[in-house]
């Protein structure tokens, strides 16, 4: 359903012209309630919208279009296993992973319940992790692993990655982990450089166990091993394991199927850091951890489903971003964490959001005549101070902006984290209000300069807080931004579980491959003829 053709629409369209003189200072001066009544809570996390360019209206207004576009209808329809992912005829049910504390969950293709199956693989990585963990599981040689080498790509690596990172406070320490995704040999060489073969373990992630990069690769770590062991295939068998929906692919390149790790087609790439796919998470923090990050995606799950738009945390983000994308011409969203464990977390957005809702066609063919998905991007927050803050401070482009924070430190150092929060709460009040003209003259400072110190403010952001950063409250962040997207994609009209646009590339780079070692005759464009004759001659 095209979204710009309701009612709906029409009243926010009339809303932004109503609020063009719409100012934070007069807001907040105006209501001394605006910060609580606009503060709402889920999941360990509590989000503070009041330093946005809405009223109680404006919120109503943006409701009502979620209401219009059947958000409440399409997110039941997930939940309840429907093949929603239709130009792939699948499910959607990454949210099946961690519903773990609920019933049967039924994938309506196939009419099954699913989690017989999840709660068993949850099983099998859990007592591999602690074979891992313990040192009972031994390299061909006998040495005990010391390193764990995810190689994978996209889905199958982003979410480990980032999760690792996030939640290394909770890691065994004793064991390295390394992960491998690009097809740059760089990666893998730089990677592997100071491991011992005799204490690595690879875990070849990959959903088809046929994507180029990720093959290569493990190809490159299986003659890696293999040259440790004079040649012996059998040492294969101790030194990777596989997690994939793909077992035939998996026994032809020589991995024991006893040990692989499946997952399903419901489970998206993007979505499946709480599958499988978490394997290396999971043997780097435990079994235990593990679950309790299930357990708080899981409860951000529940509040999704539960909490009505007014309170919902997810519906609420999404609905804001509309404002902004829709309504105001934003192009892109900055997220800024407020701790460095969550350094990786704006790349691993990146996917999640712009994989998912990067889309121009609307669900019944045709071109989408609206802006769908914003570009995502960011770093950690202190460190973007010092470099692009300016240009949200002061540039010409609207850019709305996630602050994430927590409460509590897992370094509690000296005075960093007391630095670390003023920060963090200085500059979403800056944005928000910035500086006048004339409170920069009452400085004295000269007239020639008054333009130039000069903050307009209104410059919108989210706070998003949570007391600690801990496996439960990672889990639920995790998750309040995949509802975020699904919910921006069922009112934008997009299947955002599918990722066509991928495909073009990879087909074209298959084509040019034995290019690039051969001399046959080129019938590309002149531009991309002379680049690859370029190559050719300067690896002849
Ligand atoms: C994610 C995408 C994509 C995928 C990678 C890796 O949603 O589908 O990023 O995860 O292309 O695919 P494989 O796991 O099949 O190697």
Known sequence: ?????????????????????????????????????????????????????????????????????????????????????????????????????????????TGKDVMPGVRAVLDKMAAFARAVRSGEWKGFSGKRVRNVVNIGIGGSDLGPCMASIALAPFSDRSIKLGFVSNVDATHFA??????????TLFLVASKTFTTLETMDNA????????????????????????ISTAADEVAKFGIDTANMFGFWNWVGGRYSLPSAIGLSLMISIGPEAFLE??????????HFRAAPLEKNLPATMALLGIWYNNF???????????????????????QLDMESNGK?????????????????????????????????????????????????????????????????????????????????????????????KTFEGNRPTSTLVAEKLTPATFGALVALYEHKVFVQGAIWDVFSFDQWGVQLGKVLAKKIIPELTSATPLAHDSSTNALIERFRAANR
């Open 1 to 109: 359903m095209n979204p710009t053709t309701t009612p709906e629409w029409a009243a926010l369209a009339q809303e932004r012209e109503a609020m063009r003189g719409f100012s934070l200072r007069k807001a907040f001066a105006d209501d001394p309630a605006r910060a609580s009544s606009m503060t709402i809570e889920g999941a360990g996390w509590t989000l503070d919208y009041s330093k946005h360019l809405v009223t109680a209206g404006t919120m109503e207004k943006l409701r009502a279009l979620a209401r219009a576009c059947k958000v409440e209808e399409k997110a039941a329809a997930m939940f309840s296993g429907e093949h929603i992912n239709e130009t792939e005829d699948r499910a959607v049910l990454h949210v099946a992973l961690r519903a773990l504390s609920g019933g049967a969950v039924v994938d309506k293709g």
């Open 190 to 199: 730089e990677t592997v450089r100071d491991m011992d073969p005799e204490e």
């Open 219 to 242: 190809n490159t770590a299986r003659e890696w091993i293999l040259q440790r062991y004079d040649g012996n295939p059998a040492a294969v068998a101790k030194h990777f394991v596989a």
């Open 293 to 302: 990050m299930l357990s708080g995606y899981e409860a951000m799950d529940r």
């Open 328 to 350: 105001f011409g934003a192009e892109s969203l900055a997220v800024l964490p407020y701790d460095q464990y969550l350094s990786r977390f704006p790349a691993y957005l990146q």
């Open 360 to 452: 121009s066609t609307a669900k019944d063919g045709s071109r989408v005549t609206w802006q769908t998905g914003p570009i995502v991007w960011g770093e950690p927050g202190t460190n973007g101070q010092h470099a692009f803050y300016q240009l949200l401070h002061q540039g010409t482009k609207l850019v709305p902006a996630d602050f994430i924070g927590f409460l509590r430190s897992h370094n509690p150092i000296g005075v960093h984290h007391v630095h670390l929060m003023a920060n963090f709460f200085a500059q979403t009040e800056a944005l928000a209000f910035g500086k006048t003209a004339d409170e920069v003259r009452a400085e004295g400072t000269p007239e020639a300069l008054v333009p130039h």
